[in-house]
């Protein structure tokens, strides 16, 4: 049996997402006051970004839903620096009300997490006070979506920063020619959901600093974390290894003393 295209069910989600008007948000809610990118140059430890899914494509359902707010503050207290929070609805039981409710609770910096495919999740992500969204190169280089600098101009003019997300050398290099401020590099192949550490590597080969690396999926020992630092990640994004755990800080503070 073909695998069903899942960038293309991915947009088709948001698309539904969009009708349904789960990004017409009435609030105002402050941003993170504190940087993310200078936290991932100063921090001499990893420095995790975790992330607060119930669900996804790969795995189905991960944890049952709880309050997030309470999830969002035991990874904080592992040593957790910033929050990933899913917000779409379909295939991840994200929404933005989470969302809302782990901003209001904490102050570090959020990551909206959705497959960002119109300026109205944009307009939420301001309104939800997330410091960054979440961009993924192969959908502007499949021809899903268009003008990826104007997506992030938008963005950046309401004071949002963004992390863009590459899965191969040739995205990376696509990905390094925008204004994008982070780049991730997703370990996971969103084609077939198939995740190899040796992304990471493979595309950071020969990569002159320029930005900090955060990378993405898969990610569950601290010798995931030493090896994927050597091959050139400044920061992790770590979700399904956490959300599973029986005790989210513990498993956090296990992954932040990796060096």
């Known amino acids: ?63 049952t839903l709880t309050d997030p707010a ?32 782990v901003r209001e609770a904490v102050n570090i910096p959020l990551l909206m997490k959705d497959i960002m495919i119109e300026n109205v999740q944009i ?14 190169q192969s959908l502007f280089d499949q021809g899903f979506l268009k003008e990826i600098d104007e997506f992030i101009d938008y963005a950046h003019k309401k004071e949002l920063k ?3 997300e590459v899965h191969t050398k040739q995205e990376f290099e696509n990905a390094l020619k925008t204004e994008a401020d982070l780049i991730g590099v997703n ?25 900090p690396i955060l990378s993405e999926s898969g990610i569950e020992t601290t010798e995931d974390i030493q090896y994927l630092k ?13 959300m599973k755990s029986d005790n989210i800080e513990e498993q956090v503070r296990k992954l932040v003393k990796a060096y």
């Not at 402050?30 to 921090?43: A, P, V």
């Not at 592992?78 to 609805?89: D, E, N, R, V, Y």
């Not at 370990?187 to 930005?211: A, F, H, P």
């Open 1 to 63: 049996m073909m695998t069903e295209n899942i960038l293309k069910r991915l947009v088709i989600n948001s698309q539904a997402a969009i009708d349904d008007g789960t990004y017409e948000i009435d609030a105002n809610l402050q941003k993170s006051s504190k940087d993310f990118i200078q936290i991932i140059k100063n921090n001499p430890h990893p420095t995790l970004l975790t992330e607060i899914k119930f669900a996804s494509p790969s795995l189905g359902k991960i944890r």
């Open 70 to 101: 309470s999830i969002a503050r035991q990874m904080i207290a592992g040593g957790s620096k910033a929050l990933s929070i899913l917000t779409q609805p379909n295939l991840f039981h994200g929404s933005p009300e989470y969302f809302m409710k």
């Open 123 to 136: 307009d939420a992500a301001e309104k939800m006070g997330a410091d960054y969204i979440l961009l993924i």
């Open 162 to 164: 963004i992390l863009l």
């Open 187 to 211: 370990n996971r192949n969103l084609d077939t959901l198939e995740i190899d550490l040796k992304t990471t590597e493979t595309v950071l080969e020969g990569y002159e600093k320029s930005r």
């Open 230 to 242: 050597k091959s050139g990640a400044a920061a992790f994004l770590v979700g399904s290894s956490i």
